[in-house]
């Protein structure tokens, strides 16, 4: 089936940018999706992965070896052809177990030739894509704990069962979830390099719009997605040259001290946060075109940046994009 | 003819909604039939009859028979890897929709897994699903994520007898894809209606229009019509609504049908006259077929609305995870893990025999030779795990309880909250007060709806210690099944005068309580009162006695000391449990 395309998505503009965000700085370390079902976070999520251009890969790898890494994994991969695959796009599963996760013994091989072998899991598959976890704050925690662990160092370590595994995975993890149905502990959202607060639209005429075009990709996906190809066409170049551009991405000191100055008045706990929001407000300029970071590349991801790392006051009611705002307002206001 | 005037039927309705369900599967998701019965085995029957393979997947399936995988009894048995299909490639290979029995009791890891079946390629998934709901209570449901992307929710509990029960006939020649797409009119105001009904989400809007077209479909058509649209909302919309849409006559009867458009309805104002009317006549159609006794659950308490999910945690395994315990025989499968040393430790004596059953040689090298394994040999992992543990807050509300108290109750109940996180329990909520008991928070870690449930709470009136007991009592029975484990904690000061039946009177509301406290002690729940009398009596603890629980007086305590004081006493209860 057709996917949906990412530019065909109705608003939901954060989200938008947050995933564009960590597409071309992976750096960032994953995004967090808070809102409520069918806002069309999972669709944006594929969407962005389908849009991107095929990666190449060393040909039947199970690992995704890029050709300069053959032989590097544990299989090992030895095919001398690189072929291009899409950018993998996992979707976990509620209720996966760990073994499917992490990957586990090879059970057929095991049993048959008494070989101690390995099957990758999911993280495997994940590597040099995106994972994406619906209602992650209803994962067993452990799987969480683990997951997070993985995106953040990039690699999986497999030491049970006899088996003593490790392989890339390098993956930009998107996270969603409701707060109306449970919370994820603070370490585990400080975890997350950016969260967007995304909600079903309340005015009419987006609802129309949204209807509209769900109706017209449900009756002809293709001739939809070639009437979008334009503008996709659009956001590949903005990706390709925000990679390029942040390569090179000047930052101005004045602006660092920007950054500390909003972390420390807004009570951001940990040098997480700066250094996040810094490499956030770097990749919003390179999608830009800018040559440095300004102040308002800054600003503009501030929100995203921080607001799921304010210290939180059970009794205190006041949502943190209000506290965020009002303290960019204070300070460059 | 206007569609609203055959509302009132529900079977109608469920028939309509099957046939515009089998025009096309793949985009309406599924269909809920809630409510066993004799209408549903025949809306059942006349789905068969109309043609349509179902495939019965039991709630126990598990993930190699759903996905395929290795059948590993098979694969020792012959000696080499034989593949199993899973029922999912095979029911789409059929063109079979999924019939999925006792939906309510689906574990939420099954559902994940059909929903992510179905959305990552719809092409080789089965055609739809059809849900049978059996539950009562509203908290029984499928799981939501089921739920959402089911486009069809029949409520059949409450349809009469019928003796032939029949699909509509399709026109064969048109199909929905025929069907132009709806004018911008029509989706304005159907946008409308939804945001009128209280509709969140985006998947409903989206049913709501191709629900239209399989009927134009139907009907033979190639545009949309009003009719299409009313009956679009009628069977997508009217079901989701979460509030009455705001017209002047506020009945607590549905209205009945009319061909006038409604007097007014001012939820809207950007939109031309010529759209209002629309949109009027698709609100009422909604509104003719909205369960009666939803009026009721809305106008009598919407915080309960929100409490209606089963966003609870699901049943624990303990094959799965947790503090390792040994091995016990029985197949890897459903998550269960292999000890392979085990395994081979009990395959390793029987090498001789087999081999010579097998009419091999020994080798006296060894070398080579394959490891004989029988399905009787392997062995699966077996783990302790902690069940999750859900303290219930039972609050007595009453007059009697001043208001002070209350209010350092529900301080109490936020710091408990606020350490959720960090302990991973969950929290439910039970006020009683004036005639009967209250669930005001189901199970839940969320801070959010909890601080809402609070903040709602009101007090004053009479005391019906029974009731709430009772309603404690059935709640936690609730939760063991799940095999989680309850606690409960009552703040009270034991002052019964409510019976249980609902009447006032001291002597009678007494012997009630202590038939309730006693029914607790026999469950064997672990249980703490609190006395939050002024003056303490003896009446709490008599309470407590008879409820074989631990006693707390805090007379003079704050918030933060009746914290300390719980989180103590169900610290030392864990230890004295372990």
């Known amino acids: 089936m057709a996917r949906f395309p990412f530019s065909a998505i109705v608003g939901q503009d954060e989200m938008k940018q947050a995933l564009l965000i960590a597409a071309i700085e992976p750096a960032i370390g994953g995004v967090m999706v808070f809102g409520d079902r069918g806002t069309g976070k999972s669709t944006a999520a594929r969407a962005l992965a389908g849009l991107l251009p095929p990666i190449p890969a060393v040909e039947d790898c199970r690992y995704g070896c890029t050709g300069e890494q053959r032989g590097t994994c544990p299989d090992p991969c030895t095919s001398g052809r690189v072929r291009k695959r899409a950018v993998p796009f996992v979707d976990l599963p509620l209720g996966a177990t760990e073994d499917r996760v992490i990957g586990a013994l090879d059970l057929e091989k095991a049993l048959r030739a008494g070989e101690k072998s390995f099957e990758p899991g999911l993280l495997a598959k994940a590597h040099r894509g995106f994972l994406y976890i619906d209602e992650i704050n209803l994962l067993e925690d452990h799987l969480v704990d683990l997951l997070l662990d993985v995106a953040a160092s990039g690699e999986n370590v497999v030491e049970r069962e006899g088996l003593s595994v490790r392989h890339r995975a390098k993956f930009v993890l998107i996270g969603s979830g409701n707060p109306e149905e449970g919370e994820l502990r603070p370490q585990l959202l400080d975890r997350f390099g950016l969260s967007v607060e995304v909600s079903t639209p309340t005015e009419i005429d987006q609802r129309v719009e949204i209807m509209r075009r769900c109706g017209e990709q449900e009756r002809d996906a293709h001739a939809f997605a070639e009437s979008w190809a334009g503008e996709e066409d659009k956001i590949l170049r903005k990706v390709a040259r925000g990679k390029s551009k942040l390569a090179k991405m000047e930052t101005p000191d004045a602006i660092m001290q920007d950054a500390a100055e909003l972390c420390m008045a807004v009570g951001a706990d940990g040098l997480r946060g700066e250094l996040t929001l810094m490499r956030a407000a770097r990749a919003e300029a390179a999608l830009a075109g800018a040559k440095a970071v300004q102040r308002k590349h800054l600003i503009a991801v501030a929100p995203s940046a921080l607001r799921h790392r304010l210290r939180r006051d059970v009794l205190d009611e006041t949502g943190s994009t209000v506290r965020i705002a009002r303290a960019i307002d204070e300070l460059f206001g | ?578």
């Open chain 2, 1 to 578: 003819m206007n569609a609203a005037a055959t509302a009132s039927d529900p079977l109608a309705d469920a028939l309509l909604a099957a046939r515009l369900f089998l025009i096309s599967p793949k985009t309406l998701g599924g269909m809920q039939l809630r409510g066993g019965g004799p209408m549903r085995d025949a809306l059942l029957n006349a789905i068969r009859d109309a043609g349509t393979r179902l495939r019965r997947l039991p709630a126990h399936v598990d993930d190699e028979r759903l996905l395929g995988g290795v059948d590993i009894a098979a694969s020792l048995a012959s000696g080499r890897a034989v593949h199993q299909r899973g029922i999912l490639s095979e029911a789409a290979e059929a063109g079979a929709t999924l019939l999925l029995p006792m939906a309510e009791r689906m574990r939420d890891a099954l559902a994940g897994r059909l929903v992510q079946a179905f959305e990552t390629d719809a092409s080789a998934a089965p055609h739809g699903w059809i849900l049978l709901d059996d539950g009562i209570e509203a908290e029984e449901r499928p799981p939501r994520t089921m739920l959402e992307r089911t486009a069809f929710h029949c409520d059949l509990s409450q349809s009469e007898w019928r003796d032939s029960v029949e699909l509509p006939k399709a026109a064969k020649s048109t199909t929905p894809a025929d069907v132009a797409a709806p004018d911008a009119a029509s989706l304005t105001a159907l946008a409308n209606t939804a945001a009128a009904l209280g509709v969140d989400g985006l998947r409903p809007l989206i049913f709501v229009q191709e629900v239209a077209r399989a009927n134009a479909a139907l009907e033979g058509r190639k545009t949309i019509a009003e009719r299409d649209l009313t009956v679009a909302v009628r069977l997508v919309l009217a079901p989701r609504a979460t509030q009455f849409p705001q017209t002047e006559d506020e009945s607590a009867e549905p209205p009945e049908q009319s061909n006038d458009p409604a007097p007014d309805n001012d939820t809207q104002e950007n939109t031309d006259p010529g759209d209002r009317a629309l949109e009027d006549i698709l609100v009422e159609a909604a509104e003719a077929a909205i369960p009666a006794d939803l009026l009721a659950q809305l106008s009598s308490d919407k915080a309960k609305r929100a409490a209606q999910s089963s966003g609870t945690g699901q049943k624990r395994k303990s094959a799965l995870r947790g503090k390792p315990l040994g091995t016990r025989p029985g197949l890897p499968r459903g998550g269960a893990r292999l000890a392979l040393i085990d395994s081979l430790r009990a395959a390793v004596p029987w090498q001789p025999l087999r081999r010579r059953e097998l009419g091999r040689e020994i080798d006296e090298a060894g070398a080579n030779e394959q490891i004989i394994m029988r399905r009787e040999d392997l062995r699966v992992k077996r783990f302790e795990e902690r069940a999750g543990r859900v303290t219930i807050f039972c609050v007595d509300a009453s007059g009697s309880a001043a208001a002070a108290r209350l209010a350092e109750a529900k301080g109490a109940v936020e710091l408990m909250l606020a350490q959720v996180y960090v302990t991973r329990s969950e929290v439910a909520l039970i006020a009683f007060r004036g005639e009967g008991a209250e669930l005001l928070l189901p199970p839940t870690r969320s801070l959010t709806r909890a601080r809402r449930a609070l903040s709602e709470l009101p007090g004053g009136g009479g005391t019906p210690l029974a009731n709430g007991l009772t309603m404690a009592r059935d709640l936690a029975d609730m939760i063991a099944a799940r095999g989680r484990t309850p606690s409960l904690v009552v703040l009270t000061d034991g002052r019964g005068n409510i019976a249980a039946d609902g009447s006032p009177g001291r002597k009678q509301a007494g012997a009630d309580a202590d038939a309730a406290a006693k029914a607790i002690l026999h469950s064997g729940y672990e249980a703490l009162v609190i006395d939050i009398a002024a003056r303490p009596g003896p009446h709490a603890p008599d309470l407590a006695a008879s409820m074989g629980a631990r006693f707390l007086a805090l007379p003079m305590a704050d918030a933060k000391m009746l914290h300390a004081a719980v989180a103590a006493a169900t610290a030392s209860a864990n230890k004295a449990a372990a």
